[in-house]
Structures are given as C-alpha cells and as structure tokens.
C-alpha cells in the first residue's frame, strides 16, 4: 500500500514538473488581452447616408452609452488581470488541477465581450443589466476560486504566506464579485443603481487595503514575484 501511495505521489510530481507556467501565464495574458481588444471592435460604427460633420457628430454623440460600458469594463477586466497576474505570481508550483481550473475562469473570461455588448445598446433595460453584473461576478468568483484552490494549507504557494496575507488575497478576489451579485437586484429597481456598483468594488478595496494592512503584504508579494 505505501509503495503505492508514493508511486502516486511521484507521478504527481513529474506531472507537476512537465507543467510549463510561463506558457500558461502567457497564454493567460492573451486571452486578457484578446477580451479587452474585441471591447473595442465590438462598438458599432455609425451608417450615414450622406456624410456631413455635423452628422457625424452627432451619430458618435449617440453612442456614448458604449464608450462608457467599453471603460469600465476594460477596468474591471485590468482588475481581473491584475488580481490574476498576482495569483500566478504567487504560485510556488502547479499541477493539473489548477491550469484546469485557470483554463474554465479564461473560457468565461472570453465570454465578456458579449455582455459587454448587450450593455453597451442596453442599458436602461433590468434585464441586460443583471445579466452584466452576473456575468462579471461569475468571472470574479471563479478567480476567487482559484486562489482558493492554490493556498488552501499552502497547497500551491510558499510557506511565508501566512493565514492573513492568504485572506487578504482572497477578500481582494471577492470584492468584485460579491458587489456585482448585491447590485443584481438593484438592476431590478433601476438599472442607474446598479451601474454605479463599481464605485463600492473601489471602496472595497480600499477598506480592504486598510484592514490587512497593504505595504507589509505588499513586501511579500514583490519578493514572490
């Protein structure tokens, strides 16, 4: 039974030292980058019979309601990137597990833009609204769950991390996604309620900065990275 156990526990190990995490990191990085780049692409560009200046102006004037869904979407999603960058870099090794787990957060990742776009042409509209923040928050917890994942005991991430660093990182994580989830119902209410949630996910986190108190997290984190 013993050798058994330890030719598993070898075989987790070579399988944990085949794992490549600059090309998961990489690869991670352009999917971030390919749902910011297609926020972009994703706003409709105004058809004019017969162009005038003043017409344009007025056509691009119209379509401020996705300028302002691209901005605070690209926001949020640097934020994700951040928290996730963070995560990675904080990874003393990885297995299959949690590339797995990074592969499902990246598949909703990519699904953004569609939200974003409904948002963007809809905004006064409960329904589109809700299905924007839920969208977001599902993004958010599962990378949440990653992190989980990676420090539960240490499992993935060095020993100096202690248990209030470990609960910082995780709170950071779950800021985002707990107020876009109590913003749902206020879509419900009036659609302006909830969009202006993300000023709360900034509060947050500086109550949060405050109470795990950042700078001496901060050391930690540049010397893992």
Do not use: C
């Amino acid at each position: 039974m013993d050798s058994v156990l330890s030719e598993e526990k070898k075989i987790k190990r070579q399988i944990g030292n085949l794992i490549d995490e600059n090309r998961v990191v990489n690869f991670s990085d352009a999917v971030f980058a390919f749902a910011a780049t297609l926020l972009v692409l994703k706003i409709d560009l105004p058809q004019i019979a017969n162009p005038q200046d003043a017409e344009f102006i007025k056509a691009f004037a119209t379509l401020w309601p996705q300028y302002v869904a691209n901005i605070i979407s690209f926001l949020i999603i640097g934020y994700y990137w951040l928290n996730h960058h963070t995560i990675f870099g904080l990874l003393k090794k990885f297995n299959f597990t949690i590339v797995w787990l990074n592969i499902i957060f990246l598949i909703f990742l990519s699904f953004l833009p569609f939200p974003i776009d409904l948002y963007g042409d809809y905004m006064m509209t409960p329904f589109i609204v809700a299905f924007y923040l839920a969208s977001l928050a599902v993004v958010g917890y599962l990378l949440a769950g990653i992190w989980w994942y990676a420090s539960y005991k240490n499992k993935l991430v060095g020993k100096e991390l202690g248990k209030n660093h470990i609960n910082y990182y995780l709170a950071r994580n779950l800021i985002a996604p707990l107020v876009f989830t109590l913003a749902i119902p206020l879509a419900y209410i009036h659609p302006m309620l909830a969009q202006f949630s993300w000023i709360l996910v900034i509060i947050g986190i500086v109550i949060i900065n405050k109470d795990f108190k950042i700078k001496r997290v901060s050391e930690i984190e540049k010397e893992s990275l």
